[in-house]
């Protein structure tokens, strides 16, 4: 269904087209899933778009759910409340990262502790029956739910609603449960159990990455951390065995050079890692079926070269194993190891809450980039792979969106190029930029009219002394618009940007402001368009590496050394497309890099008219 789907094509004259083929088509491996939070309330409708209109479409089948705190259950419905209290009060204790440089609540004596998955349950819960009926609904489009029910580690909603459990007692936040505690499986079981029977999988992906407070209370200080934590993965997965379902984990505490003992002392952290050194084969004796989600994949030990160091040492100890956190962008040597290590499939991550702007920002790019590895056996090089992405992405985001405005492409009659010659103040060529091999004159960009001239518009930034340039320049529009594009750049790389789902509650903070459209109508009021570094704009030499699911990433032209230069349409929707729009003010935004916005076209989309729809017979 999907297949016939993607053969669909919209003609000018309004009608669906589909060429007569033949299709032979199967997947190169089996498991194709995502990893997700659990929904909150207010992301149930995105989550089923979502499902329907991506997942689906694009031949995933399946999906790690991390439940957490997110539900509230019949047997334990303190630890839903619970978790609730938990995201507000560390909402109330601030943003970690800029404090210690971690996103996660530090533990006594300034110990590292786990993330803690801000943004499951939307912060808060959904009721038990609304999981049901999103289990239901993404089982009816095809798609397999695995919970993730953490155990262990990245248990805050545990252990901070059941402080008796609780490894460290008197962390402000605890993110462990103590194994040696009888209470700890009471409570854990009981959740699971309860799980099992809504969503009745085949199996549960346990957690069990990241341990990082082992071995400290009375109880457990005096035993092998090794060997506490392979007891407590053999606990749960006969648990799991005894109700008929099978065991998935995290695979990094069974691989040596990944989360072995480690302590050391940074300027604001105390990390110290517990060993699990051996774990590996007692739970290898006694639940040899259990399969890992091999995230090591992308690290090398110092000294290594070969990428695939991990996969062997898991391989070589018996285990089946996926990757978790897949990014076909970055993965090297996918059609060797996917071969030699018997790979089962692989999982594409998003560590965020499921609403648009964040798996748009941390998600949708990655699974898009990816999915071609996972289904096809047709290589490609990267470049090509992301050159299509990139004119994917304006179509998947008009559905993500889920608004019934038509898009962009569908309007071509309505665009209306901007012009910026009046204004221009910066040659494509300046200090520390060369846009010289920028596409000029008009062209049409995936359905988008642009307008390019020799000259651009950069607007000095208040932080920085550069007087060359003005702090704001004003662009004369004088007419109604529903859409604006402006086509951007930067003259130099911005703040990195921090990750917009576990080290922030403020996602759309997550990247460097460089500058603001404001929007002046001719009424006074005045609404303004952002423009963020790495989230709608990039540097200008970042070519495909600027492939950013909120932009229209466009490449027009070459850069100096011959490869793509991309240019990014900031697509600024108009809440009052009957209002004329007087002018547009460009300015800079203080921060803390030398990058500098530099505007080079304007593209206005008119209101759609019932015409549009309405094909004259
Ligand atoms: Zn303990």
Same mark, same amino acid.
């Given at each position: 269904?999907?297949?016939?789907?993607?053969?669909?094509?919209?003609?000018?004259?309004?009608?669906?087209?589909?060429?007569?083929?033949?299709?032979?088509?199967?997947?190169?491996?089996?498991?194709?899933?995502?990893?997700?939070?659990?929904? #909150?309330?207010? #992301?149930?409708?995105?989550?089923?778009?979502?499902?329907?209109?991506?997942?689906?479409?694009?031949?995933?089948?399946?999906?790690?759910?991390?439940?957490?705190?997110?539900?509230?259950?019949?047997?334990? *419905?303190?630890?839903?409340?619970?978790?609730?209290?938990?995201?507000?009060?560390?909402?109330?204790?601030?943003?970690?990262?800029?404090?210690?440089?971690?996103?996660?609540?530090?533990?006594?004596?300034?110990?590292?502790?786990?993330?803690?998955?801000?943004?499951?349950?939307?912060?808060? !819960?959904?009721?038990?029956?609304?999981?049901?009926?999103?289990?239901?609904?993404?089982?009816?489009?095809?798609?397999?739910?695995?919970?993730?029910?953490?155990?262990?580690?990245?248990? !805050?909603?545990?252990?901070?609603?059941? %402080?008796?459990?609780?490894?460290? *007692?008197?962390?402000?936040?605890?993110?462990?449960?103590?194994?040696?505690?009888?209470?700890?499986?009471?409570?854990?079981?009981?959740?699971?159990?309860?799980?099992?029977?809504?969503?009745? *999988?085949?199996?549960?992906?346990?957690?069990?990455?990241?341990? $990082?407070?082992?071995?400290?209370?009375?109880?457990?200080?005096?035993?092998?951390?090794?060997?506490?934590?392979?007891?407590?993965?053999? $606990?749960?997965?006969?648990?799991?065995?005894?109700?008929?379902?099978?065991?998935?984990?995290?695979?990094?505490?069974?691989?040596?050079?990944?989360?072995?003992?480690?302590?050391?002392?940074?300027?604001?952290?105390?990390?110290? !890692?517990?060993?699990?050194?051996?774990?590996?084969?007692?739970? $290898?004796?006694?639940?040899?079926?259990?399969?890992?989600?091999?995230?090591?994949?992308?690290?090398?030990?110092?000294?290594?070269?070969?990428?695939?160091?991990?996969?062997?040492?898991?391989?070589?100890?018996?285990?089946?194993?996926?990757?978790?956190?897949?990014?076909?962008?970055?993965?090297?040597?996918?059609?060797?190891?996917?071969?030699?290590?018997?790979?089962?499939?692989?999982?594409?991550?998003?560590?965020?809450?499921?609403?648009?702007?964040?798996? #748009?920002?941390?998600?949708?790019?990655?699974?898009?980039?990816?999915?071609?590895?996972?289904?096809?056996?047709?290589?490609? /090089?990267?470049?090509?792979?992301? %050159?299509?992405?990139?004119?994917?992405?304006?179509?998947?985001?008009?559905?993500?969106?889920?608004?019934?405005?038509?898009?962009?492409?569908?309007?071509?009659?309505?665009?209306?190029?901007?012009?910026?010659?009046?204004?221009?103040?910066?040659?494509?060529?300046?200090?520390?930029?060369?846009? $010289?091999?920028?596409?000029?004159?008009?062209?049409?960009?995936?359905?988008?009219?642009?307008?390019?001239?020799?000259?651009?518009?950069?607007?000095?930034?208040?932080?920085?002394?550069?007087?060359?340039?003005?702090?704001?320049?004003?662009?004369?529009?004088?007419?109604?618009?529903?859409?604006?594009?402006?086509?951007?750049?930067?003259?130099?790389?911005?703040?990195?940007?921090?990750?917009?789902?576990?080290?922030?509650?403020?996602?759309?903070?997550?990247?460097?402001?460089?500058?603001?459209?404001?929007?002046?109508?001719?009424?006074?009021?005045?609404?303004?368009?952002?423009?963020?570094?790495?989230?709608?704009?990039?540097?200008?030499?970042?070519?495909?590496?600027?492939?950013?699911?909120?932009?229209?990433?466009?490449?027009?032209?070459?850069?100096?050394?011959?490869?793509?230069?991309?240019?990014?349409?900031?697509?600024?929707?108009?809440?009052? /497309?009957?209002?004329?729009?007087?002018?547009?003010?460009?300015?800079?935004?203080?921060?803390?890099?030398?990058?500098?916005?530099?505007?080079?076209?304007?593209?206005?989309?008119?209101?759609?008219?019932?015409?549009?729809?309405?094909?004259?017979?």
């Amino acid at each position: 269904m999907s297949a016939l789907v993607q053969l669909l094509t919209l003609g000018a004259d309004g009608g669906l087209y589909l060429p007569g083929v033949t299709i032979r088509d199967w997947p190169y491996v089996a498991i194709r899933y995502v990893h997700l939070y659990v929904p #909150g309330p207010a #992301g149930i409708a995105f989550f089923k778009r979502y499902v329907r209109d991506f997942l689906l479409r694009y031949r995933f089948n399946g999906m790690i759910l991390e439940i957490g705190g997110g539900v509230r259950l019949k047997s334990h *419905p303190e630890i839903a409340a619970g978790w609730k209290r938990t995201e507000m009060e560390l909402y109330a204790y601030g943003e970690q990262v800029q404090k210690v440089g971690e996103s996660g609540p530090l533990g006594p004596g300034r110990r590292f502790q786990d993330t803690t998955h801000r943004g499951i349950g939307g912060g808060g !819960y959904i009721e038990r029956e609304d999981l049901v009926e999103l289990v239901r609904f993404a089982r009816e489009h095809g798609q397999e739910v695995v919970p993730e029910i953490q155990s262990l580690s990245h248990v !805050y909603h545990l252990a901070c609603a059941h %402080r008796e459990i609780a490894e460290l *007692p008197d962390a402000l936040f605890p993110d462990a449960y103590c194994p040696s505690n009888p209470k700890s499986y009471k409570l854990l079981f009981e959740v699971m159990d309860e799980l099992v029977e809504i969503i009745r *999988p085949a199996v549960v992906h346990i957690g069990h990455d990241e341990w $990082r407070a082992g071995g400290l209370c009375p109880k457990c200080r005096k035993k092998d951390t090794g060997v506490l934590f392979a007891d407590d993965v053999i $606990r749960i997965c006969r648990h799991l065995k005894s109700r008929g379902v099978g065991t998935w984990m995290w695979g990094d505490h069974f691989i040596s050079y990944h989360n072995e003992k480690r302590r050391s002392y940074g300027r604001m952290v105390w990390f110290d !890692y517990p060993s699990t050194e051996g774990a590996w084969k007692r739970v $290898r004796e006694a639940c040899p079926e259990i399969v890992l989600l091999n995230w090591t994949w992308g690290f090398q030990p110092k000294g290594e070269t070969t990428p695939d160091v991990g996969d062997a040492e898991l391989f070589r100890k018996g285990f089946r194993f996926l990757y978790g956190n897949f990014n076909g962008l970055s993965f090297e040597g996918w059609e060797e190891r996917s071969k030699r290590y018997d790979v089962l499939g692989a999982e594409v991550s998003s560590w965020c809450g499921m609403e648009e702007f964040e798996i #748009g920002k941390m998600h949708i790019a990655a699974a898009l980039a990816s999915i071609d590895l996972l289904w096809s056996t047709r290589r490609e /090089p990267k470049e090509k792979t992301i %050159r299509r992405v990139m004119s994917m992405l304006s179509e998947v985001r008009e559905r993500m969106r889920g608004t019934h405005e038509p898009p962009v492409e569908r309007k071509r009659r309505r665009q209306t190029t901007i012009d910026l010659g009046g204004v221009a103040n910066a040659g494509l060529r300046g200090e520390t930029w060369d846009l $010289r091999g920028l596409k000029t004159g008009r062209f049409l960009a995936d359905g988008l009219a642009c307008r390019l001239g020799r000259r651009a518009v950069v607007v000095r930034r208040p932080h920085l002394g550069k007087k060359k340039f003005p702090s704001a320049v004003e662009i004369a529009v004088g007419r109604r618009f529903q859409t604006l594009v402006f086509l951007q750049s930067c003259t130099g790389e911005g703040r990195r940007p921090i990750h917009a789902g576990d080290d922030t509650f403020f996602p759309r903070e997550s990247s460097e402001l460089v500058g603001v459209y404001d929007v002046v109508f001719e009424d006074g009021l005045v609404l303004a368009a952002e423009v963020r570094y790495d989230e709608n704009v990039s540097a200008w030499n970042a070519g495909l590496k600027g492939l950013l699911y909120h932009a229209r990433c466009i490449v027009a032209g070459k850069l100096p050394d011959g490869s793509p230069l991309v240019i990014w349409g900031n697509e600024w929707r108009n809440p009052r /497309p009957d209002e004329p729009i007087r002018l547009i003010r460009f300015r800079g935004t203080k921060g803390t890099s030398e990058a500098m916005p530099m505007l080079l076209g304007i593209t206005g989309i008119d209101k759609v008219r019932l015409s549009d729809y309405r094909a004259k017979k």
